[in-house]
């Protein structure tokens, strides 16, 4: 991907997300459980804001390198409606399942042969 797509409006979206989920996480831990008022909140808010920080750092150094936010290749990033390319697989291609074709009706004829039920000589 080109070190352009860091400037586009679909990279700091994704980022954005990550830091915000990155915060959550680290505040949800810090919080212990006791009544809001005994919850040292100035902890809280800056261990949330040091891992967001984090992330948008390490967010901004992977898309410089990669194009997205993520230091892998497993995400690509694509504007909203169109399809995205992957520098290993090329454009994926999505095709419809195919309804199932109906099977003819057994013939039940002769079953009675087949069980040695038949009384008649052939």
Known sequence: MSTNNIWTGTFWRA???RVLSTALQAAVPSITVASLSEIPWWTVFTIAGAAALLSLVKSVIAGINTGSPGLGTAEVLSEPGQTGESSDAG???VVPEQQP???PEPDLSRLDRL???DRREP
Request: glycine share 8%.
């Open 91 to 93: 454009l994926v291609e």
């Open 101 to 103: 074709t109906s099977t």
């Open 15 to 17: 980022t954005a997300e």
């Open 115 to 117: 069980d040695g039920l």
